[in-house]
């Protein structure tokens, strides 16, 4: 079982910056896929970013040139840096791993933007 831990959601002003981390536990982070995604009130949970073991990136539509993603292999560490930020981008953002045989999901940071 690998275990993800969170942290850096909170409150920020529109057009501001965030940084999400997630740290996972366990060996297979470098052989992993991760990524984040976010749920807002009332809408299907949705694609934010993925990073995978190649370190190839994908981002959903509505993030492409606001957030990037990237991993910090020596800390078993996953980021998503999150600029320009929109009150449409409040949600519940999940890091998210897989890799074969293992599927694993954080609890959850609230990211609120507001004014």
């Known amino acids: 079982q690998v275990q993800l831990v969170e942290s850096g959601g909170g409150l920020v002003q529109p057009g501001g910056s965030l940084r999400l981390s997630c740290v996972a536990s366990?060996?297979?982070?470098?052989?992993?896929?991760m990524a984040w995604y976010r749920q807002a009130p009332g809408k299907e949970r949705e694609l934010v970013a993925l990073?995978?073991?190649?370190?190839?990136?994908t981002y959903g539509d509505s993030v492409k040139g606001r957030f990037t993603i990237y991993r910090e292999i020596v800390k078993n560490a996953v980021h998503l840096q999150m600029d320009s930020l929109k009150a449409e981008d409040t949600a519940v953002y999940y890091c998210?791993?897989?890799?074969?045989?293992?599927?694993?999901w954080g609890q959850g940071t609230q990211v609120t933007v507001s004014s």
């Open positions: 366990g060996s297979i982070f470098s052989r992993s896929t």
């Open positions: 998210y791993l897989h890799s074969v045989g293992v599927t694993s």
């Open positions: 990073i995978n073991s190649a370190g190839t990136r």
